[in-house]
């Protein structure tokens, strides 16, 4: 049965805090941290691929889907950068946060409840970002088969996820939510953590070629996020489709 990628209890985890999103000290603190080098990797990825040339904004007329949006953390800063943006996440008070948060702002994103499976849209996207949410989703294979369908051909699509390694176990989760109380407890199930192969692997069957992976890694001292060729925890993935 193919007709679902949507995880009630992962949707419900996330729904429970959606109020936090725009807290850069609440329970997102960690993604606001690693916020800076997601935005850099993708516009300078996407100005460089796609051939772009404009210097105040860097994306203008690009479209983006950002699947699993959440509050719309991502969205806004690619609005920003002169994208065209279109966010869909499966829980619905997410998408009311991230509502609010852009009219607030007088941003012209548009939000929809909705997974890739149901998506219900004409037209194909120049970019999707899929930043941390296969880790989340049920039957990883139909979910990524579903984003291809939502992508152009030559388009890219990013995903940002956490390897399947020991190293994954004790810095995401033990070091994340149990000692250092960085993420709720259970934010992670390490089960459902991806290894670079087997993501290569899947979107090789629906086109989409890998063009460059890099590791992410969080520099105690300076207390950024920083590049590293290190993929053994988290790690991002550029890929073609053909």
Same mark, same amino acid.
């Given at each position: 049965?193919?007709?679902?990628?949507?995880?009630?209890?992962?949707?419900?985890?996330?729904?429970?805090?959606?109020?936090?999103?725009?807290?850069?000290?609440?329970?997102?603190?960690?993604?606001?941290?690693?916020?800076?080098?997601?935005?850099?990797?993708?516009?300078?990825?996407?100005?460089?691929?796609?051939?772009?040339?404009?210097?105040?904004?860097?994306?203008?007329?690009?479209?983006?889907?950002?699947?699993?949006?959440?509050?719309?953390?991502?969205?806004?800063?690619?609005?920003?950068?002169?994208?065209?943006?279109?966010?869909?996440?499966?829980?619905?008070? *997410?998408? $009311?946060?991230?509502? /609010?948060?852009?009219? =607030?702002? +007088? %941003?012209?994103?548009?939000?929809?409840?909705? #997974?890739?499976?149901?998506?219900?849209?004409?037209?194909?996207?120049?970019?999707?970002?899929?930043?941390?949410?296969?880790?989340?989703?049920?039957?990883?294979?139909?979910?990524?088969?579903?984003?291809?369908?939502?992508?152009?051909?030559?388009?890219?699509?990013?995903?940002?996820?956490?390897?399947?390694?020991?190293?994954?176990?004790?810095?995401?989760?033990?070091?994340?939510?149990?000692?250092?109380?960085?993420?709720?407890?259970?934010?992670?199930?390490?089960?459902?953590?991806?290894?670079?192969?087997?993501?290569?692997?899947?979107?090789?069957?629906? *086109?989409? $070629?890998?063009?460059? /992976?890099?590791?992410? =890694?969080? +520099? %105690?001292?300076?207390?950024?996020?920083?590049? #590293?060729?290190?993929?053994?925890?988290?790690?991002?993935?550029?890929?073609?489709?053909?």
């Amino acid at each position: 049965m193919k007709s679902n990628t949507i995880n009630k209890k992962e949707i419900e985890k996330f729904s429970k805090i959606a109020d936090e999103w725009w807290d850069p000290n609440g329970k997102f603190k960690p993604l606001h941290k690693f916020n800076p080098i997601r935005i850099a990797y993708i516009r300078d990825n996407i100005v460089k691929t796609l051939k772009l040339n404009n210097k105040n904004k860097p994306l203008k007329n690009v479209k983006i889907l950002d699947i699993g949006c959440g509050g719309g953390l991502l969205c806004e800063p690619m609005h920003r950068l002169g994208a065209d943006v279109v966010g869909i996440d499966a829980s619905e008070k *997410n998408i $009311k946060v991230a509502k /609010i948060h852009s009219i =607030k702002d +007088n %941003l012209n994103i548009k939000y929809f409840c909705a #997974s890739p499976e149901n998506f219900k849209t004409k037209k194909k996207f120049d970019v999707i970002l899929n930043m941390e949410i296969v880790e989340h989703v049920e039957n990883l294979d139909f979910f990524l088969e579903s984003c291809s369908k939502l992508l152009k051909k030559n388009g890219l699509m990013f995903v940002a996820t956490l390897n399947k390694t020991l190293k994954s176990y004790l810095f995401a989760i033990i070091g994340a939510e149990y000692i250092l109380k960085w993420l709720p407890i259970g934010t992670h199930e390490w089960e459902k953590f991806v290894k670079p192969n087997d993501l290569i692997n899947i979107q090789k069957k629906y *086109n989409l $070629k890998l063009d460059a /992976i890099d590791g992410m =890694k969080l +520099n %105690l001292v300076s207390n950024e996020w920083n590049l #590293s060729k290190d993929k053994s925890v988290n790690y991002i993935g550029k890929f073609i489709k053909s």
